[in-house]
């Protein structure tokens, strides 16, 4: 079956300069659908490595779109956009720093945010209720968010767990400097509204970076993040 892209716009309360949007995955497409045309051959290769065909569509499915608002954004054919990554490992154009970009994908969606003014980050998560989450509580709460959520009712602890999850992937890979340390190296709960607040002491990589939960499908959550500082000309 073939697939098609068309990402759809989200809203959300940040920058108006950030662009934001949900690309939905069809699990019964092929990798040879006109579709992935626009994939570099590495691109195409790395698709082809996966295990499982359901994460290889995932990964393809949101590099295509990716693809496609790029060159729309820059006047270039999709297929000739250029990618490589930085530093830390994080994704960037590879011949210009006038547009940033971050994506993520989890169970049958793609989060893709851009923006020629900002360093953005986003995440999604499929809220599975399968998953023992708690088995990567050390490695993705503080100690006191973690009591926090011991202190909710049953029912509401697995969502404020992707809650917490989700703002913080957003916002290290808004600059990529703070995977190394963890995500318990930065406290987000308890949750107040859309806007996401560092709690506790914020190191300084984070000290210029802002938050907000978006909305997400049932059955997700996501987030988006993005830097006060402009884009290096």
């Not at 809203?11 to 949007?21: I, R």
């Not at 999604?124 to 709460?141: G, H, M, N, P, Y």
């Not at 973690?146 to 890979?173: C, G, H, N």
């Not at 914020?202 to 884009?231: K, N």
Request: charged residues 25%; aromatic residues 6%; glycine residues 4%.
């Amino acid at each position: 079956m073939s697939a098609t892209l068309e990402p759809v716009p989200l809203q959300h309360e940040g920058p108006p300069d950030v662009s934001l949007w949900r690309v939905d995955v069809s699990f019964d497409a092929s990798l040879d659908a006109p579709a992935f045309r626009s994939l570099s051959d590495e691109e195409r290769n790395r698709a082809q490595r996966f295990r499982r065909h359901e994460d290889a569509l995932r990964f393809a499915t949101t590099r295509a779109a990716l693809r496609e608002l790029l060159a729309q954004r820059s006047g270039a054919d999709a297929r000739a956009v250029r990618l490589s990554v930085d530093e830390n490992g994080r994704p960037r154009l590879a011949a210009s720093s006038a547009l940033d970009f971050n994506v993520s994908h989890a169970g049958a969606c793609g989060l893709i945010a851009i923006s020629a003014a900002r360093r953005v980050g986003v995440d999604i998560e499929q809220c599975v209720s399968t998953f023992d989450w708690r088995s990567i509580i050390a490695l993705t709460l503080d100690p006191d968010e973690a009591a926090w959520i011991e202190r909710l009712a049953p029912s509401q602890q697995m969502a404020a767990f992707y809650d917490a999850w989700t703002a913080k992937e957003a916002l290290v890979k808004t600059t990529g400097a703070g995977i190394a340390r963890g995500l318990q190296h930065l406290t987000v709960l308890p949750r107040e509204g859309r806007c996401v607040t560092l709690r506790k002491a914020i190191p300084d990589d984070m000290r210029t970076i802002a938050a907000q939960w978006i909305a997400a499908p049932e059955g997700y959550a996501a987030c988006v993040a993005w830097s006060s500082t402009p884009l290096a000309s």
